[in-house]
């Protein structure tokens, strides 16, 4: 059974797509993806004992799909018949790494589904700064944690991301489902924790608190 997270990241994914996993772990996300009747994945990890572990956990899908492993650095090795990279969890500032570093390989893919386990909003920015536009994101609470998903492309037309947009997301914002609003909440809770430790708030998370509190009223 897929977490919560895996699901999630799945649900972005195409029966006809041909993926790349970067950071495969365990595959997981792989047999969820042949499952769905993906004919071709690409396990990408730079540690070879993920990698070994994938391939024992993979061997019975190996007639359903074609599979190939590389252990390789992040879009170094991804192979040309693939059109979607599956980037997800590490931090934003490395999947932010991982696409900058390879920027010809990630624009010519259809689009790249990222999921960071923390600093969203350095993986925002950066995303918009390399033009490239969010289609789509969602968020789910998964084993006591909130995790944010993007699906994004290339477009050297994409407009530039506001503040509001880098903090939490455009399309989070328009949806302001019950779970993004529980994440606001919990957001707030920590900010007042902390002032209430230090009294005062600095610059940056003043105008974090601020901007939640107002997307907080226009939801409610």
């Known amino acids: 059974m897929l977490s919560v997270r895996l699901q999630q990241i799945l649900r972005y994914i195409n029966p006809t797509d041909k993926i790349a996993d970067i950071g495969c772990d365990h595959g997981y996300l792989a ?3 042949i499952e769905k009747g993906v004919k071709y994945v690409q396990l990408i990890d730079n540690k070879a004992a993920p990698l070994s572990v994938a391939k024992k956990n993979l061997k019975n899908y190996e007639k359903l799909s074609k599979i190939s492993y590389s252990l390789s650095d992040g879009l170094s090795k ?18 932010s790494y991982i696409i900058e570093n390879k920027i010809d390989v990630a624009r010519r893919l259809d689009y790249l589904i990222l999921e960071a386990n923390s600093k969203n909003e350095i993986l925002r920015k950066k995303i918009s700064d390399l033009k490239f536009e969010i289609i789509d994101e969602d968020i789910v609470y998964d084993k006591k944690k909130y995790y944010q998903i993007m699906k994004i492309r ?12 880098i903090l939490l997301g455009p399309i989070l914002i328009k949806k302001h489902n019950q779970i993004f609003i529980d994440y606001l909440h919990n957001q707030l809770q920590t900010i007042h924790a902390i002032m209430e430790k230090n ?4 610059e940056k998370l003043n105008n974090k ?4 509190e107002e997307i907080l009223n226009e939801t409610i």
Do not use: H
């Open 31 to 33: 047999i969820g993806a």
């Open 199 to 202: 009294q005062v708030l600095s």
């Open 154 to 165: 290339y477009n050297e037309e994409a407009p530039k991301l506001s503040q509001v947009e």
């Open 209 to 212: 608190k601020t901007i939640m």
């Open 78 to 95: 991804v192979d040309k018949k693939v059109n979607v990279a599956c980037i997800c969890g590490m931090g934003g500032d490395l999947v």
